[in-house]
Structure formats: structure tokens, C-alpha cells
């Protein structure tokens, strides 16, 4: 019995909705590394509790004549050795790095056997100014107690790493899998010969750190290393004009106002969720699988880092944009999951979420793979309007997820640039209709702060090729023309409902090919749903 529990708890998670993954992550880890414990002495001073060997000194004094801190260092260790358990030749320690600050010196040792290094080991000693010893920390284990121990390994890298990967199901890209040979202290087996192997992976995502047996490929301890957690932040859902549903300027409380904020526009910021935070350096950040915040273009507005990770801002704040992309992107990339594709080429995705020097309009920039997001001063901050942000996180998906793409140039006169600019309308109003399904038909209404040359409706009554105007180089109409097949789509998300349709709409981007035209474009959904549904 006790086999099956494990493997049931195993194999459970698999059932449940790919949204919940990250979820299941806990399970991949082992954590088997033997604590060192240690007791207090009547000095005041911690020792270890098997061995009696000096842990954490802090009244430690030890002046030498030497001036140099490896010197004094090694005058220390010899002279010390007993005290703090190490061998007789001091062939167990090497010093492995030492640092100088303003407050002296710190001396990084480790521990080897065999002159092979002991995992999770390190000896410190602190120099002051005056080349005086004053501080150490010991935490090499007490590895004498396993006597002699075999340095040859029985298995090679290569099948470590097979094992470990083969633990993972690593799916997609592995960005580096540095290995090493090791001895490694497990709370169940004691001291073992061991490959430390670390694989980061997209998927499952981590920063996987794995010890090996080199004696018989038993896995002693899996741990991810990467650090994520949740925050929360406030932000627009869409924009304020829709969830307040207002025209733009209502009541003279709804509009820009160069930036100000006013109870208005406060009363529309809603708080949620922001998944998988990075937690680096003691700051949260929004960095995270599916979207990296950064500052890549002017004007330069810093992207917060914070000590808790409450993103909390209101728009007048420089913050706010960086915390809609954040939000609004990680959603998209986890909409794509949930309809059951696979996003590894979007993932990390760059905003920045003030840039193009403060332009009036937003781009996704397909030779760097970043979207940029324009305006400020007196026209609104376009990462205000989650309409803008999801329409350009369309053209990511066209890019990115269209595997012809990138293959040759555009044709001159073709009906694409239409094409995706219909879809990225499409993307971005599919969402806000599942929010508010009886206010979702113009889209940018704030971004474009309720200018008709720039808002568009997404309902109208638009025949292909009847309202087609014809573009030249200068494309002049794709935004226009791409309102006949966003209307369309929006029709069919009528009758079939969100799921389907947008379904319908990442399963066509594997078909279409680099450069379809807009008729090709629409047809190509009728054998896609056939098949399909
Ligand atoms: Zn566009």
C-alpha cells in the first residue's frame, strides 16, 4: 500500500486543467539534505551537537603576523583546526574565494574528500581591519563517521542526466544543464558520491538543482531553485470607460486630464492577482514566466521592484502601466494554456510599457520580440487601455506562434497587414466581451480617449470585398479593412461562444501559411472548425 499512495498523488495532478500546473510543481521536489545540528554552548557558543566542533563563533580572536588574508587564513586554520573539527592536514578545506568590503575581509572556504567537493558546505572566517580573526561560521559536515569513501563514479554524467530529465518530462527548450561530481549528505543514506546536475527548463518551469547517486542512479534530492511567488496589484479591466461603462469625458470625471487621477478614475482600478512574481535579491519583480517588464526604450520610467509584492498604484503613478502589462500579458499567455496550446515561444515576453519616446501608439517589435507601449503627457498612457495591450499581444501570437513566419518578405499588396490587424481587434475584444457581453463593441476607447479616428467598432456591418479599400504601399487602411473580419469573427463568437472561436483563431494561425489574404484568411476557419468540433 504504502507504494501506491505516492504514485497516485502522482498521477492525479495530470487530470486536472493545464492552468493548475504550476501547481503540481511541489511534487517534482525531494528535499533529502541532512540538517546540521548544533546546540549552545555555556560560552554562548553554537557547536555541534554530534561532534562538539565549533559552529558560529562570534568572540572568536585569533591575531596573526601575516598581512595577506589567505595567509591569515591558513595561520588560523592550522592553529585552530581541532576546535572546529577539521583534519589533522587540513587537506579537507580549500579556500575557495575571498572578499573585501569596507569592514575587512571574508575568507570562503570549502569542503573536499577525496578532493572531491562536499555539497552544501562553507567556512567563513571574517577579518577585520587590524587583520584580526573575530568571527567564523563552520558548516562542514561531520563526514569522518563514513570512514573511507568511493571517488570513482559507477555512472556516468550522461545517464545522470538522462535520469534526470527522463524525472522531469522535460518538454521544450533546456537552457543549460551544468553538471558536477559531488558528495552529498542525505538525511536517509548519509554520505554518497553524487552528480549535482541543474537544468532550468521552460517546462516544467524551474531552475531544477538534482543530486544523483553516481553509485547506483538513485535521485537523493530534487529541488527547484528558482524563487516565484504571487503578489497583487490594481489595475484597469479592461480600461475605465468600459467597466464604468461612460463615453469618454462623462461628467468631466472620465478623461485624461494630462495624468491626473480623480475618484472617477480611482474607483475603476480593481485589485488582483499577480501570478509568479520573480523574487531576486530580496525584491519582488514583474518578471515572471510569461511577461518581463523592462525599461527598453525612452522615455525612461522605472519599473518598480519592491520589498513586498503588493503592486499597488493608481494611473497618475509612473508604476501603474507596468503593472497593467504585467497583469494583462501573463492572462493571454495562460488564456492560450487553457485552451490547451502550448506557449514556450511566448513565454518571457518583454513590454515596456512606456516607450517609443512617448509616441502616441504601441507596437510589437518581431525582430527583438518585445511589445512597446506608447503616449503620456497629453494623451493617455496607451498601457492604460488593456485593449491596446491585448491587441498587441496578438501580434506576438501572429509572429511567434505562426511557425511560417519569419521565412521570406511580405508580397507587395497583400491583404495581410488587414489580416492581423483584424485578429489583434479580434483578440483583444474577445476577452472584454467575456467580461462585460453587453459593452464590449468599440475597442481603444480609452486608449484613444473616445477619438473616433482612433477607437474602432468591432460590431459593424462590414462585406468583404464591398468595404475593402485597397491599399497601397503606404497602408493606409489595415486598421479599417481590419474591421470586416474582426466583425465577422466577433459574429461567429455570437453563435459559438468564446471557447470555440478563440480556439478557431490560434488553430487557423497553424494553417494560413506567412501571408494570407483576407478571403483565404476567413475560409480557412471553416475546415479548421470541420475538423475540429
Ligand atoms: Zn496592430
Known sequence: MKKILPLLLFVLPIILTIAQKVEELPMLKKLNLKPIETIIDEQGRKIDKETGALRINRNEYFKSEAEDANEIAWSFLQTKQEVYGLSHNLNDIKIKRIV???????????????????????????????????YTLNEFRNVAK????????????NTALTIANEYLSINGAIIDNPTELVYFESMDKGLELAWKINIASMDPMGDWQFFISAEDGNIIHVEDINISANGSGK???????????????????????????????????????????????????????????????????????LSTPNFHYNRDQGEFGAVM?????????????????????????????HGREGQYNAFYIPSKNYITLGGGGKYVYLAEDADIIWH???????????????????????????????????????????????????????????????????DLDLVYPDNYQVDGVMRMYEHSNGQILSAALMKIWGDLGREITDKLFLEAHLIWGEHPDMRPAMCFYKPVKNDYF
Open 325 to 353: 502589462c504585467y497583469y494583462h500579458i501573463d492572462l493571454a499567455a495562460r488564456r492560450i494554456l487553457e485552451l490547451g496550446y502550448n506557449v514556450d515561444s511566448l513565454k518571457y515576453l518583454r513590454v515596456d510599457p
Open 392 to 458: 498587441e499581444y496578438a501580434h506576438a501570437i501572429w509572429y511567434r506562434f505562426n511557425p511560417t513566419q519569419g521565412t521570406g518578405s511580405m508580397p507587395i499588396r497583400t491583404e495581410t497587414p488587414s489580416v492581423k490587424e483584424g485578429l489583434a481587434d479580434y483578440w483583444a475584444t474577445s476577452y472584454k466581451r467575456s467580461l462585460y457581453p453587453n459593452n464590449w463593441a468599440t475597442y481603444g476607447l480609452w486608449g484613444g480617449m473616445g477619438d473616433s479616428t482612433l477607437i474602432r467598432q468591432i
Open 146 to 157: 563514513y570512514g573511507d569513501m568511493e571517488s570513482n563514479p559507477s555512472i556516468t554524467e
Open 235 to 305: 489595475i484597469f479591466n479592461p480600461n475605465p470607460l468600459v467597466s464604468a461603462n461612460v463615453p469618454y469625458g462623462y461628467n468631466n470625471c472620465y478623461l485624461h486630464n494630462n495624468g491626473a487621477t480623480n475618484s472617477c478614475l480611482d474607483g475603476q482600478l480593481v485589485q488582483v492577482t499577480l501570478q509568479d512574481l520573480t523574487y531576486e535579491n530580496g525584491l519582488y519583480k514583474l518578471k515572471g514566466p510569461y511577461c518581463v517588464v523592462q525599461d527598453m526604450e525612452p522615455p525612461n520610467v522605472p519599473i518598480p521592484e
Open 100 to 134: 573585501e568590503s569596507p569592514a575587512g575581509k571574508y575568507v570562503y572556504c570549502r569542503q573536499y574528500v577525496n578532493d572531491i567537493p562536499v555539497s552544501a558546505t562553507n567556512f567563513i572566517i571574517y577579518i577585520n581591519k587590524k587583520n584580526i580573526v573575530t
